[in-house]
């Protein structure tokens, strides 16, 4: 019992990082959206970095909003489905394993 449960406490380690970084996706998301009204060098190393970290995301998610001219919304869309995806399947997911891996440390 006692293995199942340190098993359990390491996939919620696993779920605790997943979700570290996503919470960094955020920001490197954040300084996407700021470089993108600066107008910063496409050059860059660092920001060259962070559109090809960002860009893939939120292509899938253009091609999938229609059209608002100027304003680009698929960053709010993104920072919507992070915290949907933290909030409801990693929140839940580390409660569930942590409290199970308790229950079955206090049985064993």
């Known amino acids: ?35 993108s009204w600066i107008n910063a060098d496409p050059y860059n190393p660092i920001v060259n970095f962070i559109y090809r970290i960002t860009e893939p995301l939120l292509r899938k998610i253009r091609r999938h909003m229609p059209d608002t001219g100027m304003l680009d919304l698929s960053p709010l869309v993104a920072f919507a489905l992070i915290y949907v995806l933290q909030i409801i399947v990693f929140s839940t997911a580390y409660h569930y394993l942590t409290t199970a891996a308790m229950a079955l440390k206090l049985r064993g």
């Open 1 to 35: 019992m006692v293995l199942f449960a340190n098993i359990m406490l390491a996939l919620a380690k696993i779920v605790e990082l997943a979700d570290g970084l996503l919470t960094l996706y955020k920001y490197v998301l954040l300084a996407s959206v700021i470089i």
